[in-house]
């Protein structure tokens, strides 16, 4: 599980809302889960999928980072500030979501996936972006994942963040 460091705001997500979204991270509130082997996903299939509501992307709002504190292993998911999700693996491939754009001031869901070595992008149910992305997920050592704080410690500065999964699995464009 995930396990809270200093002091991460539950805001509903909606006036009446029983679910809530996650927020007010900086460099001294966020999350982490400690080394968890089910996340060394190799070069097989793999799923990111969130929920997210961003105010304004005026710089880059890193969703998550999963590392052993050191900036060559490591991957992670960061929104830019032309709105489009990059994913990362130190060293090797990036991936950026040029056709997409997350829209701001709104709750969107956010979706990457890779499915027989080929990443999609999905926002909102629709299909953005795809890429051939051979690069393995396992890393060396034992990483952490980190939500809200990155590797070096700096704030990731999401507004608010919701049903964040993860899992060795790639959903069907159906399922989707």
Known sequence: GLQVFGTVTKTAVATGADLVGYGGFNSSNYLIQPYNSDLDFGTGDFSFIFWLKEVTFS???????????????RYGLYINQNQQPVFFVAGGTSFAGTSTTV??????????????GVIYCYVN??????????????????????IGNYYGGG?????????????????SPEQI
């Open 155 to 171: 704030a990731l500065v999401l507004d608010n963040l919701a049903l964040f999964r993860a899992s060795a699995t790639a959903p």
């Open 125 to 146: 149910g629709e299909q953005t972006d795809s890429a051939v992305f051979p690069d393995s997920l396992t890393l060396s050592n034992t990483p952490e994942l980190r």
């Open 103 to 116: 829209p701001e001031n709104v709750w969107a869901c956010v979706l990457l996936t890779r499915r027989n």
């Open 59 to 73: 710089t880059n709002h890193y969703v998550f980072d999963r590392s052993d504190n050191s900036e060559n292993n």
